[in-house]
């Protein structure tokens, strides 16, 4: 069994950093492709970013050249730098996990193709 804690987030002004933590424990984190998402209030979850096991990234387009992903696998850790946070990136993060496939390196966008889940971490960035 994958648990996943997030960490790191908070109350930012506009134009400010964050960086989010995702602590996996469980299993060694080189087998699984990473990802998170954000829910804003009344909105549905959406994909913001991900990594495979590889290493290969992918973005959502709003948050493309802000955002970087990263992952440390010596340390069963995935990070989310967020840089010039605007008031529309509020929102609960939520990390996920899913099994690799070694025979593919590409990043999941989509939810339901995570298995695992953390509780998530409220973000939220004043204007």
């Known amino acids: 069994q994958v648990q996943l804690v997030e960490s790191g987030g908070g109350l930012v002004q506009a134009g400010g950093s964050l960086r989010l933590s995702c602590a996996v424990s469980?299993?060694?984190?080189?087998?699984?492709?990473m990802g998170w998402f954000r829910q804003a209030p009344g909105k549905e979850r959406e994909f913001a970013a991900g990594i495979s096991w590889s290493g290969v990234t992918d973005y959502a387009d709003y948050v493309k050249g802000r955002f970087t992903i990263s992952r440390d696998n010596a340390k069963n850790t995935v990070y989310l730098q967020m840089n010039s946070l605007k008031p529309e990136d509020t929102a609960v993060y939520y990390c996920?996990?899913?099994?690799?496939?070694?025979?593919?390196?590409?990043?999941?966008?989509?939810?339901?193709?995570?298995?695992?889940w953390g509780r998530g971490t409220q973000v939220t960035v004043s204007s």
């Open positions: 469980g299993r060694t984190l080189d087998m699984y492709d």
């Open positions: 996920a996990a899913d099994r690799a496939s070694p025979l593919y390196s590409h990043v999941n966008t989509k939810s339901d193709e995570y298995a695992y």
